[in-house]
T-cell receptor, first 115, second 110 residues
Framework: GAGVSQSPSNKVTEKGKDVELRCDPI?????LYWYRQRLGQGLEFLIY????????KSGLPSDRFSAERTGESVSTLTIQRTQQEDSAVYLC?????????????FGPGTRLTVT | RKEVEQDPGPFNVPEGATVAFNCTYS??????FFWYRQDCRKEPKLLMS???SGNEDGRFTAQLNRASQYISLLIRDSKLSDSATYLC???????????FGSGTRLSIRP
């Protein structure tokens, strides 16, 4: 079946502009995660959505970052007033509680470059 | 102590060798553990899940040492295609999400 999809695959933006990244999880997956991965680094947790519960935003690095999810479908991650240190790959993952929230399936990521 | 720690490597081993690397974790209450594989410029993919003392899948074996709070990944008869970064992941103290280690780079040479 279809996996997690993300768009755009690459995004180059000027410092100070806003960007919106999109994630389509696997159908039926109730949990959705956003991570940031800087070049040569590990995965940095950003935010977690589980069904209709309040999202866990504990990983968002600043108030320039926000994310929304409509029901159990698409999620968007918005970065306002982008800075050069925001350059990274932004990965989305989804999972199903019937297996456990930990067996996550990742999308291909959005590579963001802030110039 | 970091929640999840891994030796960054790189581990450089010849094809056919056996290689093992560890991942230490701080949350003693963790009941499940995960190894993901990440190829260069690709997304992580789930390799193995460990819900008890260990798991084996072909050439790959994951073992859990609860007393010392580490999990290991052993790869036997390594192939060139095993070259990748291996990430371990452990649920955090809230058990609502998993924390990833920074990964161990493995390079298999002919």
């Amino acid at each position: 079946g279809a996996g997690v999809s993300q768009s755009p695959s690459n995004k180059v933006t000027e410092k100070g502009k806003d960007v919106e990244l999109r994630c389509d999880p696997i159908s039926g997956h109730t949990a959705l995660y956003w991570y940031r991965q800087r070049l040569g680094q590990g995965l940095e947790f950003l935010i977690y959505f589980q069904g209709n519960s309040a999202p866990d935003k504990s990983g968002l690095p600043s108030d320039r970052f926000s994310a929304e999810r409509t029901g159990e479908s698409v999620s968007t991650l918005t970065i306002q007033r982008t800075q050069q240190e925001d350059s990274a790959v932004y990965l989305c993952a989804s999972s199903t509680m019937s297996v456990g929230p930990y067996e996550q399936y990742f999308g291909p990521g959005t590579r963001l470059t802030v110039t | 102590r970091k929640e999840v720690e891994q030796d960054p490597g790189p581990f450089n081993v010849p094809e056919g060798a056996t290689v093992a690397f560890n991942c230490t974790y701080s949350n003693s209450a963790s009941q499940s553990f995960f190894w993901y594989r990440q190829d260069c410029r690709k997304e992580p993919k789930l390799l193995m899940s460990v819900y008890s003392s260990g798991n084996e899948d072909g050439r790959f074996t994951a073992q859990l040492n609860r007393a010392s709070q580490y999990i290991s990944l052993l790869i036997r008869d390594s192939k060139l295609s095993d070259s990748a970064t291996y990430l371990c992941a452990v649920p955090d103290s809230s058990a609502s999400k998993i924390i990833f280690g920074s990964g161990t780079r493995l390079s298999i040479r002919p």
